[in-house]
């Protein structure tokens, strides 16, 4: 009993450290914050396009000439709790409104203009349109509706925007300027909101983290009990559905090769099960190019262009910042061979998110980016 007495202290030891460690990680620094602006960019140029896309059909999707007039879509909110800025009127002049409203909110969300309104807003667009026409959505419809929801909480234009820019001059402007001081209580407000703006974004990029890995385990997990992906035939009925055939020549010229469809089949179900249990190693790397891979298949030879955009940009939450800054400094170099001077300096980004750190930061630097 006396050896054994010992062990209670370091369990409890134990478990302290895991969790001062988690409490670290989501207070310490915000977390992939360039993963958060390629979001952030992504959706909102994906969604653009698309209103853009369909903007000579708009009104019979929509508008107040859609088959699914607004007293319809009022009786099915009433049902499902859905609701849409869309059917507050069925002016014609009221919907023209919110169309060009939507062009301009997903523009300037894209470009990283007072970010955090335009999250808002910009997820109040996206929910108004899905359940304005919730009939005509599939998988990427929803897939990106959510997405713009849990980037309401994300600082996600802390880099590659407008605010971060803006920012950079602001501090520029400033660096000589006096530090005004500060009261006791001014001080333990900004810290506490700092903290908290930074726990509410490494949050969001958690549960956007852990919808992407459910989504890809849970299809793989459905293709398994199909016979036809375990034949190895799936790919074959899809290619020859007219319903997604937007080159049929196409389609019938993959069909063609039976071998590689039925290894396409086998693996598509191999990186998707695999995807959750990949993630903290290197094999991410090639799981995540496989994806991407599938995803342009899907796009080219079905016909789903959102879908396959939508899961490819999600796909860009597993990437680390330093891939991102690797390719900043890519493109950089790219500019000055061309004749281009970009800015040297690193946007610092914008609001109330302390500057990231990364694990090689010196605990004198970390110190005087937390303010302490």
């Not at 490494?202 to 919808?211: E, F, K, P, R, T």
Request: hydrophobic letters at 50%; a positive charge.
């Amino acid at each position: 009993m006396d050896r054994e007495t010992p062990l209670v202290p370091t369990v409890h030891g134990g478990l302290l450290d895991r969790v001062g460690a988690l409490w670290v990680l989501l207070t310490a620094r915000p977390l992939s914050l360039y993963a958060a602006s390629v979001l952030r960019i992504g959706y909102g140029l994906l969604y653009l396009t698309f209103l853009l896309r369909e903007f000579p059909h708009r009104d019979e999707i929509w508008g107040p000439d859609s088959p699914w007039k607004p007293a319809l879509a009022e009786q099915l909110f009433d049902q499902t709790g859905w609701n849409s800025i869309l059917t507050l009127s069925e002016s014609r002049v009221y919907f023209e409104l919110c169309y060009v409203m939507a062009l301009v909110t997903s523009a300037l969300f894209t470009l990283g203009w007072r970010t955090r309104l335009m999250s808002v807003l910009f997820a109040v667009v996206v929910i108004s349109f899905h359940a304005r026409a919730i009939f005509m959505t599939d998988g990427g419809d929803n897939l990106v509706l959510l997405m713009v929801l849990y980037l309401v909480l994300t600082a996600c234009g802390r880099r590659w925007s407008l605010d971060a820019r803006r920012h950079r001059l602001r501090t520029a402007r400033a660096a000589d300027a006096p530090q005004p001081v500060r009261g006791f209580h001014a001080q333990h407000v900004t810290e506490a909101r700092v903290t908290l703006t930074t726990v509410v974004h490494n949050c969001g990029m958690l549960i956007i983290a852990a919808q992407v890995c459910f989504l890809y385990g849970s299809a793989g997990l459905y293709k398994v009990q199909g016979s036809t992906w375990g034949g190895g035939t799936a790919l074959h009925y899809a290619l020859n559905l007219e319903l997604f055939q937007p080159w049929p020549a196409l389609s019938h010229l993959v069909d063609e090769f039976p071998m590689v469809i039925a290894i396409a089949s086998y693996v598509t179900v191999l990186v998707q099960v695999a995807f959750p249990f990949v993630l903290f190693g290197r094999l991410k790397y090639p799981v995540l190019t496989v994806l991407l891979g599938m995803h342009i298949g899907i796009a080219v030879l079905m016909g789903l262009p959102l879908f396959s955009g939508a899961m490819i940009v999600a796909d860009a939450v597993f990437l680390p910042d330093r891939f991102y800054t690797f390719l900043s400094l890519l493109c950089r170099r790219a500019a000055r061979h061309l004749g281009v001077r970009p800015e040297t300096r690193q946007a610092s980004g914008s609001g109330p998110v302390p500057a990231q750190v990364g694990p090689e930061t010196p605990a004198s630097e970390y110190r005087a980016v937390r303010g302490g």
